[in-house]
């Protein structure tokens, strides 16, 4: 019980980030400066949290490849490529997109004989994969510009998909998931900072008040709470259990869109909730 209950927080709160980054951006955040200080926020809490679990990190060349390429592929690129595309194709189609990862990275992890092949999780896949179509179906159609977002929004599963495999072929031998959970995002936060530096993104929103506040506290608790969990599902299930993530961030993301942001819903999403819930059981119960 305790992965699926790993995977169903995990899950929600990756789909709670897109959310709460559309409500700052409507707020006056500029995207990537509301990404870079919530990932700074959340890489500090996390790096805390593993300082008072007693975690004191050993510096070395795989430590710092593995934090350097795991927080461009996991965190800074797709994320920073999803924020940015929040204002064009909405957070509710950026959240559906969270629900293709996992079937790209079953078919990297074939191959690579990091899971092997399962008759009940390819039709798990299937039907997940056919929820997220329907998913995607229920986005109305763009206008001007919206098209060119919606195709670097879709290249955002690929991104997620290859670190999903790169973090677990590349993991640092004996490091514990508290350690590199903050290694990652604080990584990833330089990462964004340097982009947003040479880009000249304003650090500050248009406007200072509580609101704006308040979103920022809010995502850097959640990126804190996501990441720790992230890393330890990803030892639990590895790197295609971890995948299912998008498939409950992909739901959660789309709800809140629609209570939050006032984004339509359409009669197909109930069709498309139930055939991602049958996927994730079949792949749950595959043999790994």
């Known amino acids: ?18 959310v709460i980054a559309g409500l700052a951006i409507r707020a006056g955040w500029h995207p990537v400066a509301f990404l870079f200080w919530s990932a700074l926020g959340g890489g500090l809490l996390l790096a805390i949290i593993a300082f008072m679990s007693g975690e004191r990190p050993k510096a070395s060349l795989a430590l710092f490849r593995y934090a350097l ?11 920073m490529l999803s924020f940015v595309a929040i204002p064009h194709v909405g957070a509710g189609f950026v959240a559906l997109c969270l629900a293709f990862p996992p079937l790209l990275t079953y078919g990297l992890a074939l191959p690579l004989g990091l899971d092997r092949f399962s008759a009940g999780a390819v039709v798990g896949m299937a039907f997940g994969f056919g929820g997220a179509v329907l998913l995607a179906a229920s986005k109305p159609a763009a206008g001007g510009d919206g098209w060119m977002w919606t195709g670097v929004v879709l290249l955002v599963p ?6 999903n495999i790169y973090r677990t072929v590349a993991w640092p031998e004996q490091a514990s998931p ?14 964004i900072g340097l982009y947003a530096t040479l880009a000249h993104v ?15 506290m809010m995502q850097m608790a959640i990126i804190a709470g996501t990441y720790a969990l992230y890393f330890v599902l990803q030892k639990l299930n590895g ?6 993530i ?10 809140l869109a629609v209570a939050c942001l006032g984004e339509v819903i359409h009669a197909i999403l109930p069709p498309a909730f139930l055939l991602i819930l049958v996927g994730i059981v079949l792949v749950s119960r595959r043999g790994k």
């Open 202 to 216: 304003p650090f500050t929103p248009a406007i200072w008040d509580r609101s704006v506040m308040v979103l920022l």
């Open 69 to 79: 390429l795991s927080g461009l592929l996991s965190f800074a690129l797709p994320n």
């Open 178 to 191: 508290r350690l590199l959970a903050p290694a990652m995002v604080l990584t990833a936060a330089m990462i």
């Open 246 to 255: 998008g498939w409950i961030g992909a739901a959660t993301g789309k709800l």
């Open 239 to 244: 790197p295609v259990g971890l995948g299912q």
């Open 1 to 18: 019980m305790k992965p699926l209950l790993c995977l169903l927080s995990t899950g929600a709160l990756l789909g709670m980030t897109t």
């Open 158 to 163: 690929f991104i997620i998909a290859t670190g």
